[in-house]
């Protein structure tokens, strides 16, 4: 994925499509988001749970390890070396879930810019992006080297022609059982690697090129230009 996500309604409403049962700690607030055009770097809303009880925090996309400053945060974590590898070792126990709207991907269809598609669930469901992060908790307070990265798999079907990546897409029943410290490590590879959401589960659309710029914001930003609906 290019980079880019809407996080614009409330937490509150994210919570209730993922049905948990328990107390929720929130430190985002009550208000709408009104994350339009999400950005690496920003501070983003992010699920982890601890316990039974689910909270919800504002962190940074992006994440590495302390001995790698040599290179940017990376943004995404492809899911085929996310459990294995040295980079993400220190991170892939503390699990987490991005709760968006929807992303955006740019497509090279032979004009002097790319042109930016919005992708989103066709029931316009929240999308629930499985994630990792270095994250606020109990035993730990918020500082500087706190972020995450979303997980992203090979993209299927259709959604091959906006980008040759997407982000891990769980289902409810999934997203509760992958943000349960319970779920064992094994348990929640085979989540990531093997049940992520179909792209029939997706539709896609081209919207206004302001959204390359990410100091644009608005509900605007969302809309389908003429025609572009499938």
Not at 192 to 220: H, S
């Amino acid at each position: 994925m290019c980079g880019r996500l809407s996080q614009y309604t409330g937490i509150h409403d994210f919570v209730a499509a993922l049905s948990m049962p328990n107390a929720v700690v929130n430190a985002v607030g009550d208000q709408p988001l009104e994350r339009y055009n999400g950005a690496p770097s920003q501070q983003l809303a992010l699920f982890h749970q601890e316990g039974d009880i689910l909270h919800a925090d504002l962190v940074r996309w992006g994440w590495r390890p302390h001995w790698a400053k040599d290179r940017a945060a990376p943004i995404n974590a492809r899911v085929e070396k996310v459990a294995h590898g040295p980079f993400y070792r220190a991170i892939w126990p503390n699990r987490a879930i991005t709760p968006i709207n929807n992303w955006f991907e740019w497509v090279d269809e032979g004009g002097p810019k790319k042109q930016p598609y919005l992708i989103r669930r066709r029931d316009h469901a929240p999308i629930f992006c499985a994630a990792i992060g270095q994250y606020p908790t109990g035993d730990h307070e918020p500082d500087e080297h706190d972020g995450f990265v979303i997980i992203t798999a090979d993209s299927q079907g259709g959604m091959v022609d906006i980008h040759d990546r997407r982000p891990v897409v769980l289902d409810a029943d999934l997203a509760r059982e992958w943000l349960d410290p319970a779920t064992p490590k094994e348990r929640a590879e085979q989540i990531v690697l093997q049940q992520g959401e179909p792209a029939e589960a997706f539709e896609w659309f081209k919207v206004d090129r302001a959204v390359g710029n990410v100091r644009n914001q608005g509900p605007e930003l969302i809309r389908p230009i003429a025609d572009s609906l499938p």
